[in-house]
Nanobody, 115 residues
Framework: VQLVESGGGLVQSGGSLRLSCAGS????????MSWYRQAPGKQRELVAA????????HYADSVKGRFTISRDNGKNTVYLQMNSLKPEDTAVYYC?????????WGQGTQVTVSS
C-alpha cells in the first residue's frame, strides 16, 4: 500500500484548499479512505472518512459544513475540499487507507492557515 498526499500549503483565514491522496498497490475501491490531521502538541484526529463506493461519509463536528471528502476510484484518489479555513485547521493532514483492522498511512501534507 502506498499513499501520496498533495495540495497542502499556506492560506489565509477564510480561504480554501483541496488535498489529494493518490493510492497504489492495493484495490482502492475496497478500502475506506480517511483524512486525519495532527496539530503540534495534539493527538492525531479523524477529519473525514468515505466508504469504498463513496456512498457513505463521516465528518468531525469541527469541519462539518466546511470540508467535503470525495473519491474517484477510477483514479485511485481521495480528495478533501476545505473551505472557510480557520487558523485552528492548521495541522499536518494524513491520508489513511483501511480495510478491516489493517490501516496504512501517507507521509502527510502541511496545511497552515494564517489569521
Amino acid at each position: 500500500v502506498q499513499l501520496v498526499e498533495s495540495g497542502g500549503g499556506l492560506v489565509q483565514s477564510g480561504g480554501s484548499l483541496r488535498l489529494s491522496c493518490a493510492g497504489s498497490g492495493f484495490t482502492f475501491s475496497s478500502y475506506v479512505m480517511s483524512w486525519y490531521r495532527q496539530a503540534p502538541g495534539k493527538q492525531r484526529e479523524l477529519v473525514a472518512a468515505i466508504t469504498g463506493a463513496g456512498v457513505g461519509t463521516h465528518y468531525a463536528d469541527s469541519v462539518k459544513g466546511r470540508f467535503t471528502i470525495s473519491r474517484d476510484n477510477g483514479k485511485n484518489t481521495v480528495y478533501l475540499q476545505m473551505n472557510s479555513l480557520k487558523p485552528e485547521d492548521t495541522a499536518v493532514y494524513y491520508c489513511e487507507a483501511r480495510i478491516g483492522l489493517s490501516g496504512s498511512w501517507g507521509q502527510g501534507t502541511q496545511v497552515t492557515v494564517s489569521s
